[in-house]
């Protein structure tokens, strides 16, 4: 997108971090926005922090994992604002610690039904009404560097609903490559926010002991949202589909894409003995 000046935002995971700061960066490019989440007290707070005369704002109150709150969500923003021009769907929730093979089918229904089911019943609610107006327009998922790689973080529960959503979000941009819409990945490493705390309030006892009581050092210590809304800003002015952060690591990315041209030399090399 490159004229944002009365244009509609909807911004899922809006009450803090990443989902907040976004609200107020595009809020500062003239757009008017709309700010989505569950956690109604932060809600309210979150856009009454947003002090831009020329952006109008709402509130609203939803359960992404519920497909009818969504669409009913969908319905009043049309009626209050006709169009949506701007999509980021930013809500997700988190649960670090235990092994893959300890995890039982409720909490798996629960961080796939946010992270994952809460951006499909948004992409199937808001994409027909920005279809509807043939206006340029743009969808962002927030997909997470553990989208592209996982590391040693025992965070596989998270990792495999990140890898879910990028190829969704591949599959959307093949679906919308002959529109005015466009699709991207923000890609965020550590951001210092509220995310541990937020996901394990949300959580409650669901999976057993929280591991982590409080913020990891090294993600209280990471890039802050405003930060990663700049970026997310450029990106989406750009068009890009990946839209990295945190430039650090890259490294970890090249490694792996190492490791994968070594097993396709591997695979040339069964194809060379085959052949003799």
């Excluded at 757009?31 to 704002?57: K, W, Y």
């Excluded at 405003?226 to 990106?235: I, K, P």
Aim: with cysteine; net charge negative.
């Amino acid at each position: 997108m490159q004229s944002f000046q009365n244009k509609v935002a909807v911004i899922t995971g809006a009450a803090s971090g990443i989902g907040l700061a976004s609200a107020k960066v595009f809020a500062n490019e003239g757009m008017h926005v709309v700010l989505l989440d569950n956690r109604e007290a932060q809600l309210q707070a979150a856009v009454e922090s947003i002090q831009i005369d020329e952006a109008r704002t709402l509130a609203l109150t939803v359960d992404v994992t519920d497909a009818t709150a969504v669409e009913k969500v969908a319905e009043k923003v049309i009626a209050e604002f006709g169009a949506v021009h701007l999509l980021i769907n930013n809500a997700a929730v988190f649960i670090r610690g235990p092994d893959i093979v300890d995890v039982a089918d409720d909490v798996w229904e629960w961080l796939l039904g946010v992270n994952l089911y809460g951006t499909v019943h948004c992409i199937r609610s808001f994409l027909p009404q920005m279809q509807a107006h043939n206006e340029e327009g743009h969808i962002v998922n927030t997909c997470s560097l553990s989208g592209l790689i996982v590391r040693p973080r025992k965070n596989g529960v998270y990792a495999t609903s990140k890898y879910a959503l990028i190829g969704l979000s591949e599959a959307l941009a093949h679906d919308l490559a002959e529109s005015s819409i466009n699709v991207s990945v923000l890609l965020p490493a550590a951001v210092a926010s509220d995310f541990y705390l937020s996901s394990a309030e949300h959580r409650g006892t669901l999976g057993g002991e929280n591991m982590f009581a409080s913020t990891p050092e090294d993600t209280a210590n990471g890039m802050s949202p405003d930060e990663v809304a700049e970026r997310l800003l450029d990106g989406v002015r750009d068009k890009r589909f990946f839209i990295a952060t945190h430039s650090q690591t890259r490294a970890m990315l090249e490694e792996k894409h190492r490791e994968l041209m070594a097993a396709y030399d591997a695979a040339d090399a069964f194809d060379q003995v085959r052949q003799k």
